[in-house]
C-alpha cells in the first residue's frame, strides 16, 4: 500500500510546478523572440550575410554553458532567488539589446545576446525544480508539465510580438522595439519567482 498522501504539500507541490511551468512559458516566450531576430538584426546590424549566425550562436553556448554554474548556486541559495535573477538578467540584456540595435552598436548586441543567453539558460533550470518537489514515481510527469510551459511560451511568444514585427523593415529601430517587450517580460518572470 503506498504511503498517505499530505494533502497540503500536494498543493505547495502542484502550485509550484504552475509556477516553474509558468516562468518556462515567459522564458521561452523571450527565446523565440531571439529565434526569430537575431539573425535578421545581426545581418542588418553588420551589412554581412555570412554572420548572420554568430548571434545566434552566441546566445545558444552561452545558453549552455550557464547550467552548471548556475545549478551549483541553486544547490547553495535555493532555486527561486537563482530563477529570479536569471530573469533580470534576460530583462536588463533585453533593455541592452533595444539599445544596441537602436544605436548599431554591434559589439553591445553580441555582448547583450551572450548574457541574454545566461540569464535565460538560469531559467531554463525551472524544470529541475519540479524534479526536486515531486516523489521519484512522479518526478517524470512534474517535469513533463514545466516543460509544457515550454511550449505554451512558443505558440504565444509569436502572437505577443507578432503586432511589433508585422511592419518591420530594414531600419533597425523597428527591430529593436520586441526587445522592450521582452524585458518586461523577464521582468514578470522575475515577479512570477
Same mark, same amino acid.
Given at each position: 500500500m ?16 504552475v ?31 555570412? &554572420?548572420?549566425?554568430v548571434?545566434? *550562436? $552566441?546566445?545558444?553556448?552561452? =545558453? @549552455? +554553458?550557464?547550467? /552548471?554554474?548556475?545549478? #551549483? ?32 552598436? &554591434?559589439?553591445?548586441?553580441?555582448? *547583450? $545576446?551572450?548574457?541574454?543567453? =545566461? @540569464? +535565460?539558460?538560469? /531559467?531554463?533550470?525551472? #524544470?529541475?525544480g519540479?524534479a ?12 513533463g ?29 523597428? +527591430? ?18
Amino acid at each position: 500500500m503506498p504511503p498517505p498522501v499530505d494533502l497540503a504539500l500536494e498543493r505547495v507541490i502542484r502550485r509550484n510546478t504552475v509556477i516553474l511551468g509558468s516562468t518556462f512559458a515567459i522564458g521561452w516566450a523571450v527565446i523565440q523572440l531571439q529565434s526569430a531576430l537575431t539573425a535578421i538584426t545581426t545581418e542588418v546590424l553588420t551589412g554581412e550575410t555570412a &554572420v548572420a549566425g554568430v548571434g545566434s *550562436a $552566441l546566445f545558444i553556448v552561452a =545558453l @549552455g +554553458l550557464v547550467a /552548471v554554474p548556475a545549478g #551549483r548556486l541553486m544547490d547553495r541559495v535555493g532555486r527561486g532567488p537563482v530563477l529570479a535573477l536569471g530573469f533580470l538578467a534576460a530583462a536588463a540584456a533585453s533593455g541592452v539589446l533595444f539599445v544596441a540595435v537602436e544605436y548599431r552598436l &554591434v559589439p553591445l548586441f553580441f555582448a *547583450a $545576446l551572450v548574457a541574454l543567453g =545566461l @540569464g +535565460l539558460g538560469t /531559467v531554463n533550470l525551472a #524544470r529541475v525544480g519540479a524534479a526536486d518537489m515531486a516523489p521519484p514515481d512522479k518526478r517524470a510527469s512534474r517535469v513533463g508539465r514545466v516543460l509544457l510551459g515550454a511550449a505554451v511560451g512558443a505558440i504565444l511568444g509569436p502572437i505577443v510580438f507578432s503586432p511589433l514585427l508585422s511592419n518591420r523593415t530594414g531600419d533597425p529601430s523597428s +527591430l529593436a522595439a520586441p526587445w522592450i517587450v521582452a524585458a518586461a517580460l523577464a521582468a514578470i518572470g522575475s515577479g512570477v519567482v
